[in-house]
């Protein structure tokens, strides 16, 4: 090779190899910048349709005793307690569970027990959503909810609710062991050095430490409790209507729940055209809420990163 | 020599510490602890014991059979096979659209954009999207695969194989850009030092010397994030998956069958739990033993890919 081939400029190659560099870039870039339409799609496709249901329904029919979308009756407060119902179930099942088992897995496992122990969560999280709605249905109403809590019924919030719990375990402990990973190992020996227990370690030090984390854990787990569709579809029962209940024992209808049961036709059948459009609305409500839950825990995952 | 010297004495230190009393509340703790994911094992156990034991008469009386027949309103005669086939393709419809574009866009994000406004923008609403419940994603497929794009994805309103497919695809396309991202992140700078140091262009750097190291863990996310679209039902129910008869005449062309109806495996799992009566049950849980190996062979793959090729720097 001759000497003038070493020359900076002459680095960066003859034109060809410039144009294929120019067009890669371009393509990933437009990869890239594909995510982007998706959102804009999603929220044109949601608000276009839910603004169009809306002029064309009355505004009182969107209050009443239940949600029946066959008799033109959309009480939206309906589908938001019985959402609200099965994720506050979930959260309690979830929370001590999924944090618990972060909190083993960060801070008391030996390499070898985690080895063992992380595949039941990751396994677990690769349970498909109607899998554990069948559970819900065929085991935890009968067996857990009838026998052990005396529900009543074929459908409850309750299983459907312990069902969601059960589906939302890996990810509040995935994320929270996280959190509790990135404390700086500093702050252990520094409690170990004044004579601390692991289990002072564990509450006092890392838990503290690490608890925008943690909280940020609990809103995704929330928002994914909220979004899960399955389950409650098959295990809260109602396809169709559902009067207006915060009695967990009782089944309902939950917006996911909804939005599936318009969807696969069981209310669209017969009745007004109203119906069907309805799951615009419910889907936009579901959207913004989960949306707002999601920005949220971005907010504190991102203050641990600052923090340490 | 010093690791065990040390060792020895913070043995010493720790037991005198102690002062020989046992620690029972902190024994107690940390069984409580090891419960949490006791209980988790006991559901996942549960789980697959009790579909088991539904299932098995399916199986024992009619093995194969059930696998291999069509979907039927008699509980005797419905089998999963429509759903198998319509599953497979979607995934490897999701897997020709969505692995090309996640990864693009991640190599993308991670290895060209700098630090600006707009890059932090795309980060943060692949994040977001990440996270939009499924539903949404059905609902979005609806409105633009079924109905708007509906000159390219088959006449039916109610959806066909492309515009499930397409909604899968852009469902699982955030997971997959995330994780290839984090596969990026994970090889050392100095690999890439290496490479500009003897004149690669940038993408000669990626294609070479980035790519290669960080196939493996692409490999596994990519893998992991199709066997979620695969165990995906809530979608695929806006997009018309069918969850009755289907009827799959021969002779069609392939883009006349991708225009077509369809139905998926979870979808089936969904109608059978659906329908009253024990038969009916035992063939929603055999259906679900269906899925459970499907997804199990897929997971197991995975996790061999990784441990075989999983590199520390």
Redesign the interface.
């Known amino acids: 090779m001759s000497s003038e081939h070493t020359a900076p400029q002459l ?3 003859n034109a060809k ?2 144009r ?2 120019r067009a ?2 371009i ?3 437009a ?6 339409v ?2 804009v ?2 929220v044109v ?2 608000t ?2 839910a603004v169009g249901w809306l002029f064309d329904v009355d505004l009182p029919m969107l209050w009443g005793d239940g949600w029946f979308p066959r008799q033109d009756e959309f009480d939206i407060l309906t589908l938001l307690l019985g959402t609200l119902l099965v994720a506050a179930v979930a959260m309690l099942v979830a929370t ?3 944090l ?2 972060a ?3 960060s801070e ?1 496992a030996t390499p070898r027990t985690r080895r063992i ?1 992380k ?6 999280a ?10 819900a ?3 935890i109403q009968p067996d857990v909810v009838t026998t052990v809590f005396g529900g009543a019924g074929a459908f409850s919030f309750l299983s459907a609710g312990i069902g969601v719990g ?1 589906l939302t ?1 890996p990810l509040i402990a995935s994320v929270a062991e996280d959190a509790m990973y990135a404390v700086p190992n500093a702050l252990r020996e520094a409690a170990y050095g004044i ?1 601390a ?3 002072t370690v ?1 509450l006092h030090v890392v838990l503290p430490a690490a608890v925008s984390g943690i909280v940020a854990a609990l809103i ?1 787990g929330l ?2 409790a ?5 389950v409650v ?2 295990a809260a029962g109602a ?1 169709g209507g559902a009067l207006r209940t915060i009695n967990p024992f009782d089944g309902g209808q939950t917006m ?1 729940g909804a ?2 049961s318009l ?2 036709g069981s209310d669209q059948v017969q009745g007004s055209s109203l119906a069907f459009p309805a ?2 609305f419910v ?1 936009l409500c ?2 913004v809420i ?2 707002a ?3 949220a825990s ?1 907010r504190f995952v991102r203050r641990v990163r600052k923090a340490y | 020599m010093s690791v065990v010297a040390s060792d020895a004495a913070r043995g010493s230190v720790e037991a005198a510490l102690r002062g020989r009393r046992v620690d029972l509340r902190g024994s107690v703790f940390k069984g409580l602890l090891v419960l949490t994911l006791l209980v988790a094992l006991v559901v996942l156990v549960a789980l697959v014991w009790t579909t088991w034991t539904t299932a098995q008469p399916v199986f024992a009386e009619r093995g194969w059979d059930f696998v291999r027949s069509d979907v039927s309103a008699l509980a005797s005669r419905a089998g999963v096979w429509q759903g198998v086939v319509g599953s497979l393709i979607l995934i490897a419809f999701v897997a020709v659209v969505a692995l090309p574009l996640g990864v693009a866009a991640a190599i993308y994000l991670q290895e060209y954009a700098r630090d600006t406004r707009l890059n932090r923008l795309l980060i943060a609403n692949i994040r977001n999207l990440a996270g939009v419940p499924s539903v949404v994603f059905g609902i979005l497929g609806l409105v633009v695969f079924a109905q708007a794009l509906g000159f390219l994805t088959g006449p039916d309103v109610n959806g066909s194989y492309l515009s499930g497919g397409l909604t899968l695809a852009v469902l699982v396309m955030p997971i997959v850009i995330l994780v290839s991202m984090e596969a990026l992140r994970a090889v050392p700078t100095s690999i890439r030092e290496a490479a500009y140091g003897v004149g690669a262009t940038r993408w000669e750097v990626v294609r070479s010397h980035v790519l290669p190291y960080a196939a493996p863990g692409m490999f596994t996310g990519t893998i992991l994030s199709l066997a979620r679209a695969f165990g995906e039902t809530a979608p695929l129910l806006l997009v018309g998956a069918v969850t009755g008869y289907i009827n799959t005449p021969s002779g069609r062309s392939p883009l006349e069958i991708l225009q077509g109806p369809y139905t998926a495996l979870p979808t089936l799992v969904y109608s059978f739990s659906k329908q009253i009566g024990d038969d009916w049950r035992a063939n929603a849980a055999a259906a679900i033993i269906v899925l459970l190996v499907v997804i199990l062979v897929v997971n197991a793959v995975a996790i061999l890919l990784r441990n075989r090729y999983e590199r520390r720097w």
């Open positions: 680095l960066r190659g190899r410039r294929k560099e890669v870039r393509a990933f870039q990869a890239a910048l594909f995510s982007l998706v959102s799609a999603i496709a949601l276009g349709q001590p569970l999924g618990g088992a909190l083993f897995l008391f122990l595949p039941i969560l990751e396994v677990l690769g349970i498909p959503s109607v899998v554990l709605g069948y559970f249905l065929t085991v059960i375990i004579g227990r692991r289990r564990a995704l928002s994914r909220i979004g899960e569709t399955m579809a098959i396809t996911t939005i599936s969807a696969i799951l615009y889907g579901l959207f989960t949306f839950l999601n920005v971005e």
